[in-house]
C-alpha cells in the first residue's frame, strides 16, 4: 500500500476510534477541530509573513528615497524579520496542493543570481544551461530568451513575473524572498570563509550610484517586493475560514491530517535534513546553503522546525507575542497513544535544541556556510546533529501511522469506478 | 541527455566479466523469462484480465485516470507536472529523490575549481547538468535559437568493418563502433583552454502531405551536418544521429514491467502476418555483463536506469562514475589535448570525479518521478479520439497496459497497472525516420516504440510541441505522419480519416 493510503485508511479508523470510542480525557478533540485550528495557524502565519513583509516593503521604499547605511541596515533586519513567520509556515507545504502550486513563486532556491544583477568576475559569464545565467535584467533593457527578444525596459510586477523560470531553467529565479536578498545584501564571495555579502547603498544612490543602473535596480527591488505583498495577500485569503486552502483541508477529515502529517515529515526529512543541509554537508559546497546572501540559513532552518513542531501541538506565537493555542494532533495522539505523543514531542524538541546549538555557533564562532566546509568536522558535526534529529523525528511521524495499524488495512472499493482515482491492487 | 550507448571504453571492463560468464555470449534471447516468474496462477489470470486491450469506448476504463498505478502525481498540473516523485514513496525515499534532484540540477564545473566536489566537467562535453537537456524533466527540442543547441546533440557511430567487429556486435558486446577521433558523440562544449569538437547544423525542407480530406500539411525534413570541426574529418563510414532529450517521468515503472510481458509482444518474423514485426533487443548490463533485454534509450540500448544514467554522465557531461571510471569523458586516444586536460578527481573523495551516493542518488531519482494523472478521461471527444486510435492499430505497437512485477526492487514500482503505451520493442519505422546507425540489435531504420503517457502536457511543460527523436515534428499531427515501415498502415489510417475523428484522436493524445 502506498504512504498516503495507509495514513488515509489509518486515519478513518483512527478518527473512528476517536469520535465514537469513550475516551475519557479530551474526548472533545475531533479531527474536525485539530484542522479548523490547523487552518487558523496557516492564516496566522501568513498574516504574520504579509505584515513582515508589508513592514519589508516601507523599508525599501525607504532605502529607495534615500539610500544610506542606516536606511540597507532598516532594509536588511526587516527583510530577516520577515523570514521567521514566513519559515515557520513552510510546514503547510507538501500537503497542501495549493501551497506547493504558490510556493515557488516566493521562496524558490537556488538562484542564479546573474539574471539579476551585476555579478562578480569569478561567477563566470556563461552557462549552457541557463541562456540568462548572467542576462543582468537591471543592467539590459532587452534580453533573448531562446532566440525572443523580451523587452524589460520598464521593470515592473508583471515583467518579473514573465522571467520567473525563463527558459525552463528553475534557477531562473527572479521573484521572492531569495531576489530581495540578493539585492539587498549581493554576492557572497567569501566561500567557506566568514562574511555574508557586501552590497554598498551607493548601489541605490542616483547621484553617486555604484554598480550602474541604481534606478533600474531600484525599480527591481520595490517590484519584487510588491509581488511579495501581493503573492502572501493570496496566501492569506486561502486560509481565511471561507478561504479555498481551508476548504480544501476541511473537506476530508482523513486527507486534512494526512496533510498535516505529510507536511511534517516531508519537510524534516527530504526537504530540510535532506536538500538543504545533508547536500551541503555532501558537497561541502557554500552555494548549497539556503539564505545564501544574508548568512542567515541557520534561522531559515530554526524556524522550519519551529513551524514543524506547531504543526504538531498547535501552538504558534504570533509575531506580536500573542500565543495561540488550540485542538491538535498532539491531543489526538495522545488520547490514543500517550507513550508515543510523548515520545514524538521529546523527538521534536530535540531537533530545536540541536537547531539552537547551530544557531548559537552561527551567531558566536562561524556561520552556516562555514560548518559546511571541508575540514571543519566541529562544524559539520553540529550540523549533522541537526539534520540527525529531523530524521529521527520523521521516525515517530511514521510511528503515528504505525501505531494505529496501518500495514493490514487495504481500501475497500479500490477495484470499483465509483473511486475514479483507484489504483489495481 | 536522454538518449545513451555503450561505451567503447567499456570494453576492458567487460571483457574481464565476459570471460568469467561465456555461456550466455549466445545470440538469443532464450535466457530471458517467457512467462510470468513473479505471480501465482490466479494474479496470472487478473493481470491477464485487466491488460486486455478495451472494447467499450463507451466510457472511460477502470483505473485509467492513474496512468502510473499508485506511483501516479495528482499534483495541480502547471509547468513542474513531470517534476513530482511518486506519491507512494517513503519519507526516507523523499529524501533520496531530493538530494538526486540537486545532483540533478547541479552545474559542473571545470577542474580545477574551489568546489572539489564539484569539479571535473569535460573536458568536452555537451550539457554541464542534467537539468540543462531535461528541462523541467521533460522533453528537449532542436535548437530554434542562436544559442540553445543544449538539448539535442548527435551520436557517432560507423558500422563493423571487420569479421571480428561483426561478432562483437552478434555477441552482444559491442553495439557499433565509435568515429576514431570524435568518440560516441559530437560535443560541441570544452572546457577554457580546448577546441570544442564542432558545430552541429540543421537544415530543413518543408514537404506538403495532403491528407484524405485534402487538407494539406508540411512536415519539416531534416538534414543534419557538422561544421567548425575542431579535430579534422570524421571517418568517412561515421553517421549522425540527432537526439533530444526525452521526458523523465515513469521510467522506474517502465524497469519494472516483467520481460515475458514485453516478450510476449514481440514477432520478429511477423508470423501473424499483421504487417508489424517487435524485436526484443538484447544488451550487456554495463557492470556485470549480463544479457538483458535492453528497454531505454531510443533504440532500446540500454537494461536499466542506473547504465543510461552512468553513461550520461560520462559521455555527455564528462563526468566519471562509479560505473564509467572515465573522468576525460568522451575524449580517445586521438585527441591529445583532450586527455591532457585536469580531471576533477579527488583521491580523498575516491578514484572519480562523482564518487558513489551521486550516481546512485541520481538513478534513484530518474526512477521515481512521477507520471501525471490522466485528464478528461470521460470527455466524449477524448473517448472517441480513444477509440480512433485503437482502431487505426496504433495500439499495435502503443500497447497501452501492463502490470508491473510484484518482485520489483522497489516497493513503489511493483504490482503497478500501468498506461505507457508503448511495447518498448524495436520497430522498422521506415527510411523517412531512419538515422542509418546501427545501435545493437537495432539496425538503421529501427526505432524503439516511445511511451506516450504524459505527452499532452507537452506544451504545459516545456512550452513546445516539438515530437520525434530528434525534434522535427512540430506538433502530433506531423509527429504521426512521419511514421513509416511497420506503422505505414496506421498512419495511412490517420491520414484517412475525416477532420472531426483525426481531432478526435488528438484530443485523447492531449489527455495522457
Redesign the interface.
Known sequence: M????LLGAAMALFAASTMFSSMPARAETTPAAVLKHYAELAQAKYEDSLTTAQALDKAIDALIAKPSDATLKAAKAAWIAARVPYQQSEVYRFGN??V??WE?KVNAWPLDEGLIDYVDASY?TE???N?LYTANVIANPKL?????EIDVTEITPETLRSLH?A?????NVATGYHAIEFLLWGQDLN?TEAGAGKRPYTDYDKANCTGGNCDRRAAYLKAASTLLVADLGDMVKAWAPDGEATKNVEADGNAGLTAILTGM??L????L???RM??GL???????EHDCFSDNTYASHLNDAIGIKSAYTGEYTRVDGTKMKGPSLSDLVAAKDKALDKEIKGKLDATLTAMNVMKDRAQKVEAYDQMIG?NNAKGNAVVQKAIDGL?DQ?KS??RVIASLDLGKIELEGS?S?DN?????? | MGAFRAFPYLLPVLSGALVLVPLIATGSDSQLPKARTDLNPKDVKRVERVTRPTADFSKAEQFETMSGGAATTKAIVNGDAFSHFSPNITFEEEQNFKLGNALFTKLWVSSPSSTQASDGLGPLFNARACQSCHLKDGRGHPPEGAADATSMFLRLARPARTDEEREAIGDYRKLNFPDAVYGEQFQDLAVPGLASEGKMEISYEEIPVTLGDGEVVSLRKPTYSVSNLGYGPLEGDVTLSPRIAPPMIGMGLIQAIHEADILANADPDDKDGDGISGKAALVRDHMTGELKLGRFGFKAQNASIRDQSSGAFTGDIGISTPDTPFSHGDCTKAQAACLAMPTGVQERLGPVEAPDPVLSLVTFYSENLAVPARRDIDDPTVLKGKEMFYSAGCTACHTPKFVTRRDAGNKAHAFQLIWPYSDFLLHDMGEGLADGQQVGMANGQEWRTQPLWGIGLTKTVNNHTFFLHDGRARNLTEAILWHGGEAEAARSAFAAMGKQDRTALLTFLESL
Open positions: 502506498t504512504r498516503k493510503t496542493p495549493i506547493d502550486e515557488g563566470g552557462s549552457d544551461e541562456a533573448k530568451i531562446n532566440g525572443e523560470e527558459g525552463e531553467i528553475e534557477a566561500g515529515g516531508s524534516s526529512y527530504g526537504e535534513a535532506g536538500e545533508k547536500l555532501l558537497l561541502h559546497d557554500p552555494e548549497e571541508e530524521i520523521t511521524i511514521e477495484d469506478l475514479p482515482d483507484a489504483v489495481f491492487k
